[in-house]
């Protein structure tokens, strides 16, 4: 099989809580794999450390001590190169019985050798989109000039006029009604969702390998929300752009993913193809999922007015992770036969059928791995 | 009453109106005041540099002393020794002219960067720049002034140096606050997500599009305040000397005649001053208003 295009492998990414003196394990070991064509989802709820990875991949953590150690693999353009290449020298981590106590980071090592590793990579390889577009653009510059100035800056299109041409065509493929006219309007003008399609479009303009959205629809109302869901299936289908999504919402994920992966605590629970993952008739799933599954209301449950299904429990924090699974306290599928696990050893992500791994004591398969 | 009328052109493009139909009015008097003030200064200025004076600024009539204004050959009158007013009055701009712009240039380039340094970069720079605000902030600017004065020269282009530098942590604080405010937006981050380099999104994105017309608005009010202090130390005899005019030195020199009914010669000068920085004053004012939305029709 063809080599991932992005390849993340065993990734850490710790913050300091100076208050409490500990780290908090945003991202605890987070390996993944987007192939090439297709979207990757990532679900999880808030500060299950799926915005973090993302981050992470485009070297934007900028908090210390941030991205401690792992693999960041880019596959493009011919060339296999990894991000986070020869940044272990910066970062010394001390561990004592597998966990992390203290890491001696060389902050600013670290970031020029991040800089010069992601030069050419960042907005041209891998280009990101983010929630709240409006604050995403510079309130005091027209949307036509951001863009001509990123698609000078990414493409051989170094003439104004060029550039203005290919601008206006990128804002017609983003559905922006008289592009002509909007070219000169400041993002203060335009509601969220065309601040949205300006920012996809800047994105999309230097023709980057990867496109990280990351809760692209947050912070939208209800109807932009999935009419910006429309346009990114579209451009999947025209570009066939390879996709990292990160959302909260189920059924964004649903719509536009090919794979998911489910985040929790800063690990990921379990991936698969997304129509296995997400079957509504599935089984083997990770207690987790099937609680994510369960919370969402449906046309069934609104019309007998029952209550919406929440998970138990609060978000692990990362501060303080268990020994064993990072779930378990909210579990509501524990065993006696595997209690013992999930207490005090951290399942492994095994795979229950082919391409569909789960990180849980309930499969077989995880006593073998 | 009150009229409203939908500006013609497609509906909700505010942004679309050219400044001068969206600003109130009063605004746009003090602009216009007080750009017309800096084209008198920058003619006085250049006139004085030429040497294209409407009489000797030095050549004394005893015999017309504290002589009015109107009087034939001498618009806005004599000084006490019988010298042209109104000659005098120009090439006083000489005094603080160029070393108004030293100070503004100082205060507005150093300034930056301090405020570029502590908002972008943060951590340590911020706190040196919030102590090295708070020292010069308790500390007198004219006493600072006087000391230089005291251990190097009475030179106007050393005085300036110091109103520069003493102007500079407004600018930086300002900047600072912007940049602060900026980063609660999410553009900063995502200019970085786009591969824009760090170059050109501090000049171009943060200082240029954001933060050039509080730097124009700082400029002007920095200049008035130049003005000030060089009027103020003529005029405390710490600054210009005679027979070289200023405008300060003219109304100290006035001042001595002016219980005598002669009130004339120190209020020409002291006029001068007050219509100078009063249009630096609204015309920063003004800017404030039209340029950062302070206030709207």
Redesign the interface.
């Known amino acids: 099989m063809d080599a991932p295009l992005l390849a993340i492998e065993n990734l850490r990414t710790y913050f300091y809580s100076r208050a409490k003196r500990a780290f908090i394990r945003s991202v605890d070991g987070v390996s993944l794999g987007v192939t090439r064509g297709e979207t990757l989802g990532i679900v999880g709820e808030s500060g299950s450390g799926k915005s973090v990875t993302a981050l992470s991949a485009?070297g934007?953590v900028t908090a210390g001590p941030g991205v401690i150690s792992g693999r960041i693999h880019l596959h493009s353009n011919g060339a296999a190169r990894n991000l986070l290449d020869g940044l272990e020298k910066y970062a010394r981590v001390t561990e004592q019985d597998g966990r992390v106590v203290a890491v001696q980071k060389d902050e600013r090592g670290w970031r020029k050798h991040s800089e010069t590793l992601m030069a050419?990579?960042?907005?041209?390889e891998i280009?990101?989109i983010?929630q709240?577009p409006r604050?995403?653009?510079?309130?005091?510059?027209t949307i036509g000039k951001q863009l001509v100035?990123?698609i000078r800056?990414?493409t051989s299109l170094k003439r104004e006029s060029e550039a203005r041409e290919r601008a206006i065509h990128w804002l017609e493929r983003v559905r922006i009604d008289s592009p002509r006219?909007r070219f000169?309007?400041?993002p203060?003008?335009m509601s969220g969702g065309m601040c949205q399609r300006a920012?996809i479009a800047?994105?999309l303009s230097?023709e980057p390998s990867l496109l990280i959205a990351d809760e692209p629809t947050t912070g939208l109302d209800a109807t932009i929300q999935s009419r910006i869901v429309d346009l990114l299936a579209e451009l999947k289908a025209e570009t066939g752009i390879t996709t990292l999504l990160i959302s909260h919402d189920i059924s964004v994920i649903q719509r536009l993913s090919d794979r998911i992966a489910v985040m929790y605590g800063g690990t990921v629970v379990e991936t698969g193809r997304a129509a296995e993952v997400l079957a509504p008739e599935a089984t083997a799933r990770h207690p987790y999922t099937a609680a994510l599954l369960a919370s969402i209301p449906s046309a069934e449950t609104i019309r007998r007015k029952s209550y919406l299904q929440a998970i138990e429990g609060e978000v692990l924090d990362t501060i303080e992770v268990p020994r064993g699974c990072r779930f378990y306290g909210r579990c509501n599928r524990v065993t006696d036969a595997i209690r013992e696990n999930c207490a005090g050893i951290e399942p492994p992500l095994a795979e229950i059928a082919p391409g569909h791994k789960v990180r849980c004591w309930l499969y077989p398969a995880a006593e073998k791995a | 009453m009150r009229r409203y009328v939908q500006s013609p052109g497609s509906v909700g493009e505010f942004s679309q109106l050219p400044l001068w139909q969206r600003a109130a009015t009063l605004d746009l008097v003090y602009v216009g005041y007080g750009l017309l003030v800096v084209a008198l200064v920058l003619a006085s200025y250049l006139l004085g540099a030429l040497g294209w004076l409407p009489h000797d600024p030095q050549a004394m009539n005893v015999g017309l002393i504290n002589a009015a204004p109107f009087t034939p050959g001498h618009l806005l009158g004599t000084d006490f020794l019988g010298r042209d007013l109104q000659a005098r009055l120009i090439l006083g701009i000489q005094a603080y002219f160029l070393p108004g712009l030293l100070a503004v240039t100082i205060s507005v380039v150093a300034g930056s960067v301090l405020g570029i340094l502590a908002g972008y970069r943060g951590g340590w720079f911020d706190t040196i720049i919030t102590y090295f605000d708070n020292l010069l902030d308790s500390f007198p600017r004219l006493v600072l002034i006087l000391l230089v004065i005291a251990s190097f020269k009475p030179d106007i282009y050393y005085v300036m140096v110091v109103v520069g530098i003493t102007g500079m942590p407004v600018i930086a604080n300002l900047i600072a606050g912007k940049i602060a405010f900026l980063r609660q937006k999410s553009f900063i981050e995502a200019a970085h997500a786009l591969g824009l380099p760090a170059r050109t999104v501090i000049l171009k994105h943060i200082l240029w599009l954001n933060c050039r017309a509080l730097l124009v608005i700082q400029a002007t009010l920095g200049m008035a305040e130049a003005i000030l202090v060089e009027t103020s130390l003529s005029y405390l005899g710490f600054g210009v000397q005679e027979p070289t005019p200023s405008w300060g030195n003219m109304v100290q020199a006035g001042a001595n005649y002016f219980l005598q009914g002669n009130f004339w010669p120190s209020t020409a000068p002291a006029l001068a001053i007050l219509a100078t920085i009063l249009g630096f004053q609204l015309l920063g004012d003004g800017l404030n208003n039209l340029l950062e939305g302070k206030r709207r029709k």
């Open positions: 485009a934007l050419g990579v960042r907005g041209k280009a990101m983010f709240n604050s995403a653009l510079n309130p005091y510059s100035e990123t800056l990414h006219l000169d309007n400041f203060y003008g920012m800047m994105a230097a």
